[in-house]
């Protein structure tokens, strides 16, 4: 069973960046695809960004332009990196992962952006 670990989340201003981590227990080259979630309080979780292992990556419009995402099969850790950030970016961030058929979830990192 695939554990994925968050990290990097924090109280920004707007405008400011941060990079968000996701490292898992076991090697990722097999874990495809890989991606972000987000959901804000009364809202539904929904995508950020995924990333093959071939490393094709797709964005949510929302985040187009300002985040990149990344991964690192070495270190079996996808990045997320998050830049020009505005207040409706608040929000717990969640990592996942697909592997035979089964899908994985981190327990999320809470982003918070002030205005």
């Known amino acids: 069973q695939v554990q994925l670990v968050e990290s990097g989340g924090g109280l920004v201003q707007a405008g400011g960046s941060l990079r968000l981590s996701c490292a898992a227990s076991?090697?990722?080259?097999?874990?495809?695809?890989m991606g972000w979630y987000r959901q804000a309080p009364g809202k539904q979780r929904e995508l950020v960004a995924s990333?093959?292992?071939?490393?094709?990556?797709n964005y949510a419009d929302p985040v187009k332009g300002r985040f990149t995402l990344s991964r690192d099969n070495a270190k079996n850790t996808v990045y997320l990196q998050m830049d020009m950030l505005k207040p409706d970016d608040t929000a717990v961030y969640y990592c996942n992962g697909y592997r035979s058929g089964r899908l994985y979830w981190g327990q999320g990192t809470q982003v918070t952006v002030s205005s």
């Open positions: 076991e090697s990722i080259f097999d874990i495809n695809p």
């Open positions: 990333i093959t292992s071939f490393g094709r990556t």
